[in-house]
């Protein structure tokens, strides 16, 4: 019992090192302005933004991003993606250590 106690502690310590996770992409784009008269948008070039897109519900979403939150959000993404490969590595981890335990108890059956 001490051992799956261990296990899910640095499951939860490896976890918590990768706050804020996310899961999406973030995209660089190029948007006109609303202004009427913009120099920029008259001659072509357009206004770059940063969008955030994520599935919610089964629908793919976008939401714009402030310039300041862009790193912050490069970061989650990076977080998140490691956090799913723990995630997928859960199950197996598992799977090895229900095994161990049961070959454990074979080996120094308890005395009735």
């Known amino acids: 019992m001490k051992h799956k106690t261990l296990t899910r ?6 976890l918590r090192a990768l706050w804020p996770a996310l899961k999406g992409s973030l995209a660089k784009v190029a948007k006109p ?9 008259a001659c072509g070039d357009k206004h770059p933004a940063w ?10 979403k976008t939401m714009y991003v402030p310039l300041p939150l862009v790193v912050s959000l490069k970061k ?5 993606r490691k956090v799913e490969t723990i995630l997928y590595q859960t199950g197996p981890d598992l799977l090895k250590q229900h095994r161990q335990t049961v070959k454990k108890k074979r080996k120094h059956p308890t005395k009735s």
């Not at 969008?51 to 793919?60: E, N, P, V």
């Not at 989650?76 to 998140?80: A, E, K, M, Y």
């Open 9 to 14: 502690q640095k499951w939860e310590n490896q």
């Open 33 to 41: 302005c609303i202004r009427k008269n913009c120099p920029a948008c």
């Open 76 to 80: 989650g993404l990076q977080n998140g």
């Open 51 to 60: 969008i955030l897109s994520f599935t919610l519900r089964g629908k793919r």
